[in-house]
């Protein structure tokens, strides 16, 4: 089972930022979403989440149209974290992740374990007690991050999990830029879709199944990153000229501007 987008556009305010664009995300596997800015990258998200209603075509989770599904339901099998998240009370980071709990009905104890364990993997243990409104943008990250993994940290009995991140890593050092990829490759090997848009090509290539290039509230090119990452491609896209090689260690595509 799988979330798809059929055939939808998206115009708004006299633009046209999605242009009947299809896309099945698969269980199981890491689909990285790249693009320059204004692409519609975002706004493809916003539609596959439920944010936005597409202008035409439907978005269907686990063979279903997302708007069939209740909201604890869709909470339950679907974890989105967005590029910004506003947060300004003085909640510490064990109550905001807890947040991700919502949906669950696992208890009280449980939920304080799973906290606790989304917390340590993405390294701020450490964070546990302090308020939210005095961490750093990457501490902040990080728990944010912590709290969509803790939605869906147990399988659903509805269907497959998807999780859905918006420039995870835009305010990590390369130590947790690191980390977030090993913890996203971890959740594709237990089944777990992941959906995410990148703006660094090299990130993308190292973790992704399946690349999607966007451009202009199209789809340009996608396949896996070594079939999608050629130089006439990027020029084109991203209006640079490259170089693409292959990383000595991980095989993948390397792009060198």
Not at 32 to 48: E, M
Not at 211 to 234: H, Y
Request: aromatic fraction near 6%.
């Amino acid at each position: 089972m799988t979330m798809l987008a059929d055939n939808i556009s998206l115009h708004l305010s006299g633009f046209d930022l999605l242009r009947n664009v299809s896309i099945e995300i698969e269980a199981g596997k890491v689909t990285a979403i790249v693009g320059p800015n204004g692409a519609g990258k975002s706004s493809l998200l916003k539609v596959l989440t439920g944010e936005m209603e597409p202008t035409n075509g439907a978005v269907f989770l686990n063979q279903q149209p997302l708007h069939h599904w209740e909201l604890e339901q869709k909470a339950q099998m679907l974890a989105v974290l967005p590029q910004h998240t506003l947060l300004n009370f003085p909640f510490t980071a064990d109550e905001v992740v807890g947040l991700g709990r919502i949906p669950h009905q696992t208890g009280s104890a449980k939920d304080a374990q799973i906290v606790s364990e989304a917390l340590e993997l993405v390294d701020a243990s450490y964070l546990q007690k302090r308020f939210y409104t005095q961490m750093s943008g990457g501490e902040k990250q990080r728990v944010q991050l912590a709290r969509v993994l803790a939605q869906i940290w147990q399988p659903s009995a509805l269907g497959e999990q998807f999780l859905v991140l918006d420039e995870p890593t835009s305010a990590f050092d390369l130590s947790h830029q690191k980390l977030t990829l090993d913890i996203v490759r971890n959740l594709a090997s237990r089944g777990i879709a992941v959906v995410m848009v990148l703006h660094d090509l090299n990130l993308a290539a190292r973790c992704a199944d399946n690349l999607v290039v966007f451009n202009g509230g199209v789809i340009e090119a996608s396949g896996s990153p070594e079939d999608v990452l050629t130089e006439p491609l990027i020029e084109k896209v991203f209006g640079v000229k490259v170089t693409v090689a292959q990383h000595p260690v991980t095989n993948r595509p390397l792009v060198i501007s």
